[in-house]
DNA sequence: TTGTTATATTGCAATATTACGATGTTATCG
DNA sequence: CGATAACATCGTAATATTGCAATATAACAA
């Protein structure tokens, strides 16, 4: 044990905490609001703003790119990193699902 | 290690990152799924429903508890689980805040 | 070539998460 | 009262995550 059991989940279901999963952690939020923040995308300074040393960064956005978050492309010495609004907008379709029903029978 | 370091971070940024964090499980989007699904939101078969033993299932619960994703009225013998749908907005306001800007400057 | 800058990868220690059996707890039923 | 039903909690094994130093790589500059 340790992990996750997603066999009985569906396909969706396992998308979507996939993705959630890649937002749980400070320094992944940080990293998309500095994204959200900068002028161009290229994030070469996140080193300097982030309170982490470089390896641990480099891991987080591994990570965010390994769940579609962000996508890279290499631009000579620096890389450019920048959203992928199409898996945000899954996030958003879902979250935004919940708030229709107002069946507040009880609590 | 194996601790988030979460001391360089802005509290929203922690808060969020600890609310997508607890959404970042199959079982606990199963959980919400499930509560979206129900007429009433009183959730005791949700043990026939997942694939998981009943423990696990309380214990997801309480991680959703905790975040303040859903609240919990006891009722009887059974307990009434039914979403906190303001900690909802707030991710759904991030994600929103997300697609505005469209400086897609290079990717 | 040598050096520098920007980023990735490796390896590891510390800690967190997940899952579940066993066992509590609490309310209701007979 | 005792039995049952619906949870919660405890303890623990297996595995995952986090963070970083050390090191690698790759592109450019001098």
Redesign the pocket.
């Known amino acids: ?5 997603s066999e009985g989940f569906s396909t969706e279901t396992n998308e979507l905490a996939h993705l959630f ?1 890649a937002l ?2 400070p ?1 992944r939020i940080a990293i998309i609001q500095f994204l959200r923040k900068q002028e161009s995308c ?6 300097n703003e982030l309170p ?5 960064i ?6 965010l790119k390994n769940a579609g978050i962000i996508k ?1 492309n ?1 631009s ?4 450019c990193y920048c959203l992928d609004l199409s898996k945000i907008k899954l996030l958003d379709v879902f979250l935004a699902s919940l708030s229709y029903d107002q069946n507040q029978s009880c609590c």
């Open positions: 044990m340790g992990t996750t059991k999963k749980g952690h320094a290229i994030c070469n300074d996140l080193v982490l040393a470089q390896p641990t480099s891991q987080h956005l591994k990570e890279g290499i000579g010495t620096s890389i």
